[in-house]
């Protein structure tokens, strides 16, 4: 039986969605793996639009499911559909949209509030006992809504997201770009990607880890 | 010295942009091989929005450069700004955006306009003894805008396109997924890409060789 691994997207751009390398490093990997990745998105608008030559906001409404279907070729599902028990795996790359769209982490700090359908589905993949994977800054998402089964996830070096996930009731864990954690109870493994970079092939070391690893832990 | 090389996007997302896994896969073979990839894009409004969800267009108006930073994490430049002296060799993904935007090939077929400030540097590569190399739809582009010097392009087994290739005065040459095909006269290196398909693990292969190609020709 071929895997099914749901990869949680939040919009198309590393500063108002899914960081793009990160999510198309994560599809490369399951692909190479033999196992089908089934990319899903939340119907929402997003946080922001933001001018990635400039940085800031262009003041331009975009939703994050059809954004989404960017990375994913037109094929992805609204994660309002998606139960636990359709996907063997679930695994979230980073990019702000994690902290803007699936959460308002980049808003709120350790008191964010998850996305609804977000919440439901990591509540229900981890109740089901099935591996979860976290690039980037989305460990911020699992820290925040797994917080009472404390979560160990790595975040890279910074100070002020690392103090945040304590304050989260989860456990920062120290980690190279080139390397994942493995929470073996949660069943969690997580990698920095470009919260640490450099570049496009440091960071798809890390996550060829972790998708194999994520993989490895299916049942 | 570290090898330059030009990364000529079209926009973000494959209906009317560059198609994202493949300039993904541009970037991750690039930064392997030990280059350097300087990512450039004509500063245009797009000729179409579409959603990728539906498939239809969303009416509204996106810029080329600006959607391209998406791709390039903000780091873009506009293609009016970039002189072949300063690259060893240009790479174009492929993606709809490169026959609706670096060219109206998407309308306009054999009778084809290249984007002036992309004529200009394709001219300038060529001129030099640069090598290009050209993924997916975007030899069609290189076909058009060198027609002169009787490209030998891939388009993978698309009968129409093909057909509108030999029209403009190029020699289209089958090629699986897999494979790339090496126009020596002309350095130019092509290869199918989501022409073919089926897969970005597929896709991947392709893309790899042709970079790796692509940085073999350069002086």
Request: aromatic share 2%; glycine share 10%.
């Amino acid at each position: 039986m071929t895997k099914r691994v749901g990869v949680l997207l939040s919009g198309c751009g590393v500063y108002d969605g899914s960081e793009i390398h990160e999510a198309v490093l994560t599809l490369l990997a399951i692909d190479r793996a033999g196992a089908r990745a089934i990319c899903l998105a939340p119907d929402m608008v997003q946080m922001h639009v933001i001018d990635h030559l400039t940085g800031k906001e262009s003041g331009e409404r975009r939703n994050v499911l059809v954004e989404s279907a960017r990375i994913a070729r037109g094929e992805v599902l609204d994660a309002a559909t998606v139960k636990a028990s359709e996907l063997d795996a679930l695994i979230l790359p980073g990019g702000f949209g994690a902290a803007k769209n699936l959460s308002d982490f980049a808003v709120k700090g350790s008191d964010a509030h998850i996305q609804s359908d977000v919440g439901r589905l990591l509540q229900e993949m981890a109740a089901a006992g099935k591996p979860i994977g976290a690039i980037c800054i989305s460990p911020v998402v699992v820290a925040r809504a797994l917080s009472s089964r404390q979560p160990e996830v790595t975040i890279g070096n910074d100070a002020a997201t690392a103090e945040a996930i304590v304050r989260m009731g989860a456990m920062h864990r120290s980690c190279s770009v080139e390397t994942i954690h493995v929470d073996r109870r949660n069943r969690l493994v997580s990698t920095p990607a470009y919260m640490l970079g450099p570049g496009i092939k440091d960071v798809a070391v890390g996550i060829e880890k972790l998708v194999n690893q994520v993989l490895a832990m299916c049942a």
